[in-house]
């Protein structure tokens, strides 16, 4: 069954230090996207990505950088992790003619 | 300008009433209405969708109407359950791109 795996569930960071939130996807999707959740704003876009080797920033890159090093993988990066950053993330992968498929989400704490 | 807006942020009804959540936008290139529905600890999953050609799609329970000249559309839950807790997004594609863009979403609670 074609799915979107994200690992770790849970991730408890220490200010400064680096994050990488893993997605991997089974959908055979070109397109793969990166999003937080957080009370009162809904599903804000990180980063994108329209295949292998790309990346292009969303609505709200900053502190954040992504990597697909692959058709089914997607990292999100966090270089120095901040406490504002602590939220849930939500990988998707979706085309052109498919609705997106969303992970199970991380919930990261940074402290 | 790419947004959709959505209310309400919450709502409570009582099992079997009627839940009515709406969403606008203003971008014309928006063609394409999905609706995801999210229960707590996972990831929003597609619930119904609309195309801008139709102004009304049904399935089952869930019914979600699309007025094109108003720019609006609505989701219309009769019979509502408990299980149908859950938070829901609107959401818009443009004609020409994969990139959805989501309302804030609604935390609705059915209480028995």
């Given amino acids: 069954e074609a799915a979107v795996t994200q ?3 849970n991730k408890v960071a220490v200010t400064g230090g680096k994050v990488t939130l893993s997605c ?25 990505s329209y295949g292998a080797g790309s990346t292009e920033k969303g609505d709200i890159p900053d502190g954040y950088k992504a990597s697909r090093p692959s058709q089914e993988n997607f990292s ?7 406490p504002s950053q602590t939220s849930v993330y939500f990988c998707a992968s979706g085309d052109l003619n498919s609705d997106y498929t969303f992970g199970s989400g991380t919930r990261l704490l940074v402290i | 300008q790419q947004q959709v807006r959505q209310s309400p942020q919450s709502l409570t009804v009582w099992e079997g009433g009627t839940t009515v959540l709406t969403c606008s ?13 999210q229960f707590p ?13 139709s102004d009304k799609k049904e399935d089952g329970r869930f019914t979600t109407f699309f007025n094109k000249r108003e720019k609006k559309l609505s989701l219309h839950i009769i019979d509502s ?31 028995p």
């Fill in chain 2, 81 to 111: 359950q408990p299980g149908d807790s859950a938070t829901y997004f609107c959401a818009a594609t443009p004609s020409n791109t994969n990139k959805v863009v989501f309302g804030t979403g609604t935390r609705l609670q059915v209480l």
């Fill in chain 2, 25 to 37: 936008y203003e971008d014309s290139t928006f063609n394409y209405f999905p609706w995801y529905q």
């Fill in chain 1, 76 to 82: 999100l990066i966090l270089e120095l992790a901040t």
């Fill in chain 2, 41 to 53: 600890g996972e990831g929003p999953a597609l619930l119904i969708s609309i195309l801008s050609v």
């Fill in chain 1, 24 to 48: 991997n996807q089974t959908n055979n999707h070109n397109n793969m996207y990166w999003y937080r959740q957080d009370t009162g704003h809904g599903l804000r876009l990180i980063h994108y």
């Fill in chain 1, 7 to 9: 690992s770790p569930r």
